[in-house]
């Protein structure tokens, strides 16, 4: 649906009867993270800088960007590395959110977008709070238009536009921002690897009959 590349997962994977919300939250890398921390907690599962770069492009959905357009590490003005026109797209794209949980601060005088990039991104980005990151529609070239994003200054949480600032993951970021067939092949690899993570083994868990509950 969303135009990604196709890759083989292992079926009969078993799942837990129980959820660990908590737990898995704890799990989870922060989108407020730093490089340094986000390559640390990929690296404690076992994912080297490159899977890293490749596993983040995998996310979907976030609500933990408003502090970089508004409140950047408890000041009052944005994350200065997001850019200028891709901060006042979020910034009218969330003002209705802002003004409902309080004050926001004044939208900073910027030339407007041009309507062919405004169209691009503003199609994905919603009034609720959980917009969405996967900036392109289907089969428009999955995944290189988040990395060409990036490489503009247009990641939508801190954790993203942090991939650019370290050497090794800014290599990726650019590799896979210009050659859709090797992330497509270095993407699918990520994937198998990320499903193969902490496996259920019997007696534990349990095959489902439907992925949405157990049986």
């Known amino acids: 649906m969303a135009g990604g590349p196709f890759y083989p997962l292992y079926t009969g994977r078993r799942d837990s009867i129980v959820a660990y919300p908590i737990i898995a939250t704890y799990e989870l890398p922060s989108p407020l993270d730093d490089l340094s921390k986000t390559i640390e907690s990929f690296a404690s599962r076992g994912f080297d800088e490159r899977e890293t770069v490749l596993t983040a492009q995998a996310q979907s959905t976030a609500k933990f960007f408003f502090h970089r357009l508004y409140n950047f590490s408890g000041g009052d003005g944005p994350d200065p590395s997001i850019d ?29 977008l041009p309507s062919s990039e405004e169209n691009n991104i503003s199609t994905v980005l919603s009034q609720d709070a959980g917009m969405k990151m996967d900036y392109e529609g289907p089969r428009t070239g999955f995944g290189t238009l988040y990395y060409r994003s990036l490489l503009q200054r247009k990641g939508l949480l801190f954790v993203d536009q942090q991939l650019t600032s370290g050497a090794e993951t ?27 993570l902490k496996v259920l083994t019997a007696p534990k868990g349990q095959v489902r009959l439907n992925c949405r509950k157990v049986n």
């Open 84 to 112: 200028p026109e891709f901060l006042q797209l979020l910034r009218s794209n969330c003002n209705s959110i802002h003004h409902s949980s309080g004050p926001a601060s004044a939208s900073p005088s910027l030339s407007p």
């Open 170 to 196: 800014e290599t990726w970021v650019r590799a896979y921002a210009s050659d859709l067939s090797l992330f497509q092949r270095d993407f699918g690899l990520a994937m198998i690897k990320l499903s193969n």
